[in-house]
C-alpha cells in the first residue's frame, strides 16, 4: 500500500451517485487485496476481497477492480448514501494474511 | 454482531500510569491477533503480533517493554501500555484472523488519552 501520508484525501459526492475510490499499491508479489471500512471512533470493518487471479468482483452496491499491470486497485459504490460516509482503506498482502494498508481516503457523501 | 471484542472503548489516564486494554475473539479461537496504532486521519501502523503461547513479534521501532503483550488464551490477547505517556494517546485496535481464508476481523478500538 502506499505509505502513510499526513492528510486524508477527501471525495464528496452526492447522495444517490456512484463513488470511486483509487488505490495504489507498492508489492507487485501482493496476491490478496482487501477493502475497509472505517467510521469515526469504530475499528475498519471488511467490504469486499479480491484476489489477483481476477479483476473484477462485485458485491452489494460495491465493486473492486483490480488492474494488476498498473498496481491499481479501486472501489466502486452505487448508489452512495449518507451511511456509506466514512474512510475506506485499500490493504494488500502476500504471501501472509498480515495486510499492509493504503492511506485512505475519507468519502463524505451529501444529502 | 462483531466477532471480535475490543475493551475497553476509550481511557484517559495519568502520565505514568499503566492501561490494560483487551482483545477477544468472540465463537472462535485465534493463535494469532494484531494490534494496531492509528493516528488522526492516519492509516493504521502495525505494532505487533500477538501468538498465543509464545512471545509477541514486534514491528520495528515499537518498543516490546512500553506495549507489554499477552496472548493467554486463544480467545484473547491483552495489549499493556505501560508508564503512559501522553506521546502514546492514540487509537488502537486489534484484529483477529478467522475462517479458511483467515479474513481478518478487526475490534472496535480503544481511544488512549493520556494526561
Known amino acids: 500500500g502506499e505509505s502513510v501520508g499526513l492528510h486524508l484525501p477527501t471525495l464528496s459526492v452526492q447522495e444517490g451517485d456512484n463513488s470511486i475510490i483509487n488505490c495504489a499499491y507498492s508489492?507487485?508479489?501482493?496476491?490478496?487485496f482487501i477493502w475497509y471500512k472505517q467510521e469515526s471512533g469504530k475499528g475498519p470493518q471488511f467490504i469486499i476481497d479480491i484476489r489477483s487471479n481476477m479483476d473484477k468482483r462485485q458485491g452489494q452496491r460495491v465493486t473492486v477492480l483490480l488492474n494488476k499491470t498498473v498496481k491499481h486497485l479501486s472501489l466502486q459504490i452505487a448508489a452512495t448514501q449518507p451511511g456509506d460516509s466514512a474512510v475506506y482503506f485499500c490493504a494488500e498482502t502476500g504471501g501472509s494474511y498480515i495486510p499492509t494498508f493504503g492511506r485512505g481516503t475519507s468519502l463524505i457523501v451529501h444529502p | 454482531g462483531a466477532v471480535v471484542s475490543q475493551h475497553p472503548s476509550w481511557v484517559i489516564c495519568k502520565s505514568g500510569t499503566s492501561v490494560k486494554i483487551e482483545c477477544r475473539s468472540l465463537d472462535f479461537q485465534a493463535t494469532t491477533m494484531f494490534w494496531y496504532r492509528q493516528f488522526p486521519k492516519q492509516s493504521l501502523m502495525l505494532m505487533a503480533t500477538?501468538?498465543?503461547?509464545?512471545?509477541?513479534?514486534?514491528e520495528q521501532g515499537v518498543e516490546k517493554d512500553k506495549f507489554l503483550i499477552n496472548h493467554a488464551s486463544l480467545t484473547l490477547s491483552t495489549l499493556t501500555v505501560t508508564s503512559a505517556h501522553p506521546e502514546d494517546s492514540s487509537f488502537y485496535i486489534c484484529s483477529a484472523p478467522r475462517g479458511a481464508n483467515e479474513k481478518l476481523f478487526f475490534g472496535s478500538g480503544t481511544q488512549l488519552s493520556v494526561l
Open positions: 500477538s501468538n498465543e503461547g509464545s512471545k509477541a513479534t514486534y
Open positions: 508489492n507487485s508479489a501482493s496476491d490478496y
